[in-house]
């Protein structure tokens, strides 16, 4: 290791535990200081430390989708200024998807050299979803878009703040072309406070141990963080593995689109390789070579070591190839506002491709999509304009010895939460009619243990003139059960109109117009179950019912267990 030798093994361990705790304070610093529920209650962000190369050190909880975004995000500001181009006191915002940004234009990124005796010896970066960055729909992301120019605002890579000095010509540009300005800026007031709480942090400990122990402690996190990864690539099969499947739509009506994976593994390699995948598609689920990598940089921890500490050591063993303009390494000017979907896609089908030969790492398959609402619209008590932005929660898949999860957000949106009622009823022009679990009456998820179960969260409109935008994947294609267990269920949404009249179901619809009193009724998928449904024993089968996880009418026809609805007596049937 470089520059390591003459320092303590002890000395380095708290170093490392000191920049990780940076990290850590640089999150709730961000969250404390955000005026966007999307990321004080949601926590739709991610923010870390890299070395002076760009190399992850720490990344906080929040989006796992964002894991290896905070690297590109500081290469290109490398990139884009080389030499002495950069000074103490700059902070450079980004959100091109294709220069550095990695995901969609609503997550803006900021970043800060940090220096310490005129020597960059580290970055402090972060990267929030913001309410609004303009484009063509309230909420900026949205599911019809044809090309990058309706989605937003683009920051390639520019100079937020000059040596300290804010660049009030961006500012003004934001307050001008968003649709709650101060929401965005006050978002982008909480990324700095939380960039220069990590400069401070990192002064500090450069104060406390000197520079040089800093750069070796550096040196060694990484290397650590590729050992541990590299002795744990020796414990998995080594062959090469294949999936396939599709994403549903582009959301302006074409698809589905054809993914596909081969992952090889091999004593100091897992390799990824996505080519023969649809190509970059019209509409807004393209996703950028950025996303694709972060994607599969979230499966790989799972598969590898779920515990271990993420920096960009641990991914030193990891390969990721695809065809160039494919729709998971998209190029400009293709839209990407729903890029999570193919993002999501990607990690499940290596997901999918090593789930069956390593029970003891991998669940079935769950509900995938982030399943994003944005509701607009006027409140009705103060006649403000509104705008809710969130992910959904729904069922992850069962393992070879538990039960599924129930309620819980997608892989891709990691530590993230649903915007409480409370705040939802206060804030917006909507009342919560319903937040339950799902009942699909159809088996999903049925195994010897079953899939975690989807929700319904029912939104009424209190004022008329509002609009839902709706991306629901997985909704042709469903969660995938293993060892003959049953395929969960879709997601999918219907809207109740006043007069009760019922349209749907859809996956997938842009701004669909409600009135007061009607009810837009956001219905999740079950995640796949695992084993033989005859082999759940019949005393939980009765409890399931009793529960309302499966009717009387599941019971008998997926488990041969016949159940007493008054009394929940049981018996097995034969077949058993």
Known sequence: ?????????????????????????????????????????????????????????????????????????????????????????????????????????????????????????????????????????????????????????????????????????????????????????????????????????????????????????????LDHGEEIARQELKNLPKGTFTAEDFIDTDGVGNGPFPIKVKVTITDDEFICDFRGSSPQVVGPVNCSYTGLV?????????????????????????????????????ERPVPVSNYFETLLGSLDLVWKAMAPHLPNRLTAGHFLSVCAVTLSGTHQDTDEPFLIVEPSVGGWGASDRKDGESGQ?????????????????????????????????NGAGAGKYIGGKGVIRSYRAMSDGQAVTVTFGRNQFLPWGIANGRDGSPNEFYVVTSDGETDGPYGVYPRYKL??????RLMTGTGGGYGDPKERPAAQVAMDVKNDYFTVEEAREHFLVEVDPETFDYKELPGR
Request: glycine residues 8%.
């Open 1 to 221: 290791m470089t520059n390591t030798t003459k320092i303590d093994p002890f000395t380095l361990e708290i170093v490392k535990d000191s920049l990780l705790a940076a990290g850590d304070e640089m999150f709730v610093a961000l969250a404390r200081t955000s005026m966007s529920p999307i990321i004080y209650e949601v926590l739709d962000y991610a923010s870390g430390l890299t070395d002076a190369k760009g190399n992850l050190l720490t990344q906080g909880n929040g989006v796992t989708g964002f894991i290896g975004m905070l690297t590109f995000m500081v290469k290109e500001t490398l990139n884009k200024y080389p030499g002495d181009q950069l000074k103490p006191g700059d902070i450079i915002i980004i959100n091109d998807p294709y220069q550095g940004g990695g995901s969609h234009l609503s997550d803006v990124g900021l970043v800060m050299p940090i220096f310490y005796e005129g020597e960059i010896i580290a970055f402090s970066a972060n990267k929030a979803h913001w309410t609004e960055v303009g484009g063509k729909d309230p909420g900026s992301f949205t599911n019809d878009s044809v090309d990058i120019f309706q989605e937003g605002l683009q920051f390639s890579c520019l100079k937020l703040f000059d040596e300290g000095k804010v660049n009030d010509a961006i500012v003004e540009i934001i307050r001008s072309n968003v649709r709650f300005p101060d929401l965005s800026l006050g978002d982008m007031w909480a990324q700095v406070a939380a960039l220069r709480t990590g400069d401070r942090r990192l002064q500090e400990l450069c104060e406390k141990h000197s520079k040089e122990t800093i750069l070796a402690a550096i040196n060694y996190l």
């Open 294 to 330: 972060s994607a599969v940089r979230t499966i790989f921890l799972a598969i590898t070591n779920p515990d271990q500490d993420v920096n960009d050591g641990v991914f030193r063993p990891l390969k990721v190839i695809v065809d160039p303009k494919s729709i998971m390494s998209a």
């Open 409 to 441: 957000f997608c892989m891709a949106d990691g530590e993230t939460y649903n915007v409480p009622v409370e705040v939802a009823e206060t804030r917006y022009g909507v009342m919560l009619d319903e937040y339950s679990l799902r009942q699909d009456g």
């Open 515 to 520: 009135d007061t009193n009607d009810v837009v």
